[in-house]
């Protein structure tokens, strides 16, 4: 599985941005996948999730102003990042998880995300 994930750029603090992530090499329609983000010196953190079902989780400093979503084939995830703040300037990361219960064992390149105040 490859996936290729774009849309950042700079943004003002209150602005928007939506990120997306391709998927190919293999449908994964039926897998979760997620949005993270790492910022130099930190862990990289969960930000969402969708699963082949539907479901959908976020991190608890973006509840309320993101949005994950996927295209109709599933293979394409989306994060719609609202009322954006500098606290989320980051590298933002989309992965797979193709095995229930294991780890993301696909990741993207990362696409930079900064806000500015």
């Known amino acids: 599985v490859q996936l290729q994930a774009y849309g950042g750029g700079l943004v003002q603090a209150g602005g928007f941005l939506r990120l997306s992530c391709a998927a190919s090499g293999r449908t994964v329609s039926d897998y979760v996948m997620g949005w993270f983000r790492q910022t130099p010196g930190k862990e990289r953190e969960f930000v969402a999730a969708?699963?082949?079902?539907?479901?959908?989780y976020y991190a608890d400093s973006v509840k309320g102003r993101f949005t994950i979503s996927r295209d109709n084939a599933g293979n394409t995830v989306y994060l719609r990042m609202n009322s954006l703040k500098p606290e989320d300037t980051a590298v933002y990361y989309c992965a797979t998880q193709t095995r229930p219960g294991y780890e993301y064992d696909y990741w993207g390149q990362g696409t930079q995300v900064t806000v500015s105040s």
């Open positions: 969708h699963t082949g079902g539907s479901r959908t």
